[in-house]
């Protein structure tokens, strides 16, 4: 079935050290997004990349960085994790073109812990 | 401008009884709306999708909503809650900016199927 797979379900990392999360996806979709969701609120969006072209939102901290090397992968780097940073890490597609441009397609997300 | 707002942060509901989920909207154009669900720990379902076609939409797991431009609502039901549907609820609407189509979140309702 095509989806949207996120690597790894769970990461723990320790404050300060660099760690990447991984999103694949199958459905050959033009546009990937990722999301911070903390506990009990709703997804917030902090960029994403159509095509090879990359969108920050304007509140999203530098600390946050994203990698796209080709159409099915993007990454999402975090350069020194603070404790504030602990929370699910949501990957997302959508065709952004067609019929169905607009619908978003969710990984399982990374539930990240900062120690 | 685009917002929407669920008008419950949590709702309880015995097993075999009726849900209802209420969602507002406000959109200068006509929208698309979606419900997504999200089990704990676990990515966002898409389970309907209202694109301005038939204002009654159905959707997966015996769920529907019902699209009232003259109440800017989009309110989610399902005739007979069962146990596996305890979850949190969003729902969102879709907006274009800069040429790229963006979710805006609902605040969440958490759903309590009681036995």
């Known amino acids: 079935d095509a989806m949207v797979i996120q690597n790894p379900r769970y990461q723990v990392t320790q404050f300060g050290k660099p760690v990447t999360l991984s999103c694949s996806q199958t459905?050959?979709?033009?546009?990937m997004y990722w999301y911070q969701q903390k506990s009990s609120q709703a997804p917030k969006l902090l960029f994403h990349?159509?095509?090879?072209?990359?969108?920050n939102e304007a509140d999203t901290p530098d600390n946050f960085q994203s990698r796209r090397p080709n159409t099915s992968f993007c990454f999402l780097d975090i350069r020194s994790p603070g404790l504030g940073d602990a929370a699910m890490y949501l990957c997302?597609?959508?065709?952004?073109?067609?019929?169905?441009?607009?619908?978003?397609?969710f990984g399982a997300g990374t539930r990240l812990s900062v120690l | 401008a685009q917002s929407v707002t669920q008008l419950d942060s949590h709702v309880s509901v015995s097993e075999g009884t009726p849900v209802l989920l209420r969602c507002n909207y406000s959109?200068?154009?006509?929208?698309?709306l979606f419900w997504y669900v999200q089990h704990p720990n676990k990515g966002l379902q898409l389970l309907l999708k209202?694109?301005?076609?038939?204002?009654l939409v159905k959707g997966i797991n015996g769920f529907e909503a019902e699209f009232k431009k003259s109440e800017t609502s989009f309110h989610l039901t399902k005739p007979s809650a069962h146990m596996s549907d305890a979850a949190e609820y969003f729902c969102?609407?879709?907006?274009?900016?800069?040429?790229?189509?963006?979710?805006?979140f609902g605040t969440g309702t958490r759903l309590k199927v009681l036995a």
């Open positions: 997302a597609t959508s065709a952004g073109q067609g019929v169905i441009k607009n619908i978003q397609y």
């Open positions: 459905l050959n979709h033009n546009v």
């Open positions: 990349y159509y095509d090879k072209d990359f969108n």
């Open positions: 959109s200068s154009y006509s929208p698309s």
């Open positions: 209202y694109t301005s076609a038939a204002t």
């Open positions: 969102v609407v879709s907006g274009l900016t800069s040429g790229t189509y963006k979710y805006i």
